[in-house]
């Protein structure tokens, strides 16, 4: 009988630990637990940081407010980085809020341009 329960409980532990590790696994540092449902505007400057081997590992968007957002790293946040560096970028996609954290899940970018068409204002007189 002993036998029996000392197998029973190194099976809950056993599996009690894949569970744990595949929770672990499953996290990705980089990237938010939770996003929020609705699309939001961001525009600001997109930057990148890479690693020794020339990997994108970083991707921020700072708007002319100075508030700072990080892009989380997936196919269309890489696709972001690759096109929008040191560029102005119109960015529709998620946000939340971690920490101290603003992470953004992008959805749609695309590029703002300089406005040519501006006049000089002038004092009448």
């Known amino acids: 009988m002993k036998k029996q329960l000392m197998a029973l409980v190194g099976v809950v532990a056993v599996c009690m630990l894949l569970a744990v590790v595949s929770n672990v696994m499953a996290a990705d540092a980089n990237q938010p ?4 449902k609705d699309n939001s505007l961001v525009i600001g400057i ?12 970083e991707i921020k968007v700072t708007t002319h407010k100075d508030l700072i957002y990080k892009v989380v790293l997936d196919e ?3 696709e972001l980085g690759k096109t929008m ?5 119109r960015i529709e996609g998620l ?4 920490g101290n954290v603003h992470w953004l899940t992008v959805k749609t970018f695309s ?3 300089p406005r040519t068409d501006a006049k000089t204002k002038t004092k009448p007189k």
Request: hydrophobic fraction near 25%.
């Open 33 to 36: 637990k939770e996003k929020s």
């Open 95 to 98: 946000i939340e809020t971690k």
């Open 111 to 113: 590029e703002v341009k």
């Open 76 to 78: 269309k946040g890489k």
């Open 46 to 57: 997109v930057t990148i940081v890479k690693d020794n081997d020339g990997n994108i590992s």
């Open 85 to 89: 560096v040191d560029k102005r970028a």
